[in-house]
């Protein structure tokens, strides 16, 4: 799967996931980490500079939550930031991110092609 359209597939996911609101109370939507992994694959693909405030923005979390996720990612080396995840510092996602994230829209388009209903000739 090339990168493009491992990123058209996680804007899918994040729009799909973004409407789970419309139908389920707040409390059980968590996965902000999620979100925020998505929100910077999205990014990296479309060569967009994201800064911390824009990412926390975009995932609808808090500063204060998003600076402990991003401190969780930074640590595990999915994720970066040009200093503390603050305002404006630019955050992405490392090789390492990209290509777990590349991984999982593999899997996803792998799964979403074998759930797929076979077509039935009328």
């Known amino acids: ?19 789970r609101a419309d139908h389920l109370p707040a409390e059980v939507l968590g996965e902000a980490t999620w979100g925020m992994l998505l929100i910077m694959f999205i990014a990296d693909s479309a060569g967009t500079r994201l800064t911390a405030h824009d990412l926390f923005a975009e995932a609808a979390i808090y500063p204060s939550t998003g600076k402990r996720w991003m401190a969780v990612l930074m640590d595990a080396g999915f994720a970066s930031s040009d200093g503390p995840c603050l305002g404006g510092n630019v955050v992405s996602l490392t090789a390492k991110g990209i290509s777990a994230i590349e991984a999982c829209m593999q899997d996803a388009s792998e799964v979403m092609m074998t759930k797929a209903l076979p077509s039935t000739n009328v």
């Open 1 to 19: 799967m090339k990168h493009d359209e491992a990123a058209a597939l996680a804007r899918t996911i994040f729009d799909l996931r973004r409407r």
